[in-house]
């Protein structure tokens, strides 16, 4: 019998509600009984992988073009974000964000998904494109947030200097189209269910107990018996 429950997440880093879903399910993993036996893996997805940034980007005017409305629209949208972040304990600062084309990052969270290092810096690299207003598209703020999570410089250096792992970010794109994601963050539980977008916690629970409950997992005991009663411990009776 398996013991691990994975979840795949495809995810971009300029994504707000990529941060805001990882909370989410953060916060129901807190609530279920298996989460030591859950494992997450990070899959690259770009909103708009050919985006060129220029010095005078702002979010928003971007998003006041991107959806034909006014600024005042934007910075409506933006607020309301804001504030759905902070439920979930997070601290948006869209007036800090440089915008940038996230294909650096996603080949940087390859080389960490390689030791099991990637949910580490992608909360680096959400906190600091959302958070921090640092740019994630710039060597020097990736090396120092590959760096903080235990990636070497020598590695590090040679994913930012090079295509490596572009080919993986494609890949992964790819397998997006493919299995019908329309729009991220997209969870795949167990390659059985899907749930699209920043759910309630709820949802996220449900789903967890739902594939728990259906899959092939070793289950712990169950105990009926609220005392101890009699017995004998390890060291003898």
Known sequence: MQNTLKIQIWSD????FCYIGKRRLEAA????????????????????????????DNLVDHLAEKYRKDTDWAKEMLGNMTENAANSGLDFHFEKAIMANSLKAHQLLHLAKKYKLGDALK???????LTDGKDVNDNNTLSDLGLVVGLSSTEIEE???????????????????AIGVQGVPFFVF????????????????????????????????????????????????
Not at 13 to 16: F, H, N, S, T
Not at 123 to 129: I, R
Request: with cysteine; charged share 30%; glycine share 4%.
């Open 159 to 177: 994913v930012l200097s090079s295509d490596k792992y572009v080919a993986e970010v494609r890949a992964d794109i790819v397998e997006a189209n």
């Open 123 to 129: 909360e680096l690299l959400l906190k600091a494109y």
């Open 29 to 56: 993993l807190e609530q279920f009984q298996y989460k030591d036996a859950v494992e997450i893996e990070w899959k690259s997805f770009q909103l708009d992988a050919n985006f060129v940034a220029s010095p005078d």
């Open 13 to 16: 880093i300029m994504c707000p």
């Open 190 to 237: 167990d390659n059985k269910y899907a749930v699209s977008g920043a759910q309630h916690v709820d949802t996220f629970v449900k789903t967890l107990d739902k594939v728990w409950d259906e899959g092939d997992f070793v289950k712990k005991p169950q105990m009926l018996n609220d005392d101890s009663g009699d017995s004998c411990g390890i060291e003898g009776c």
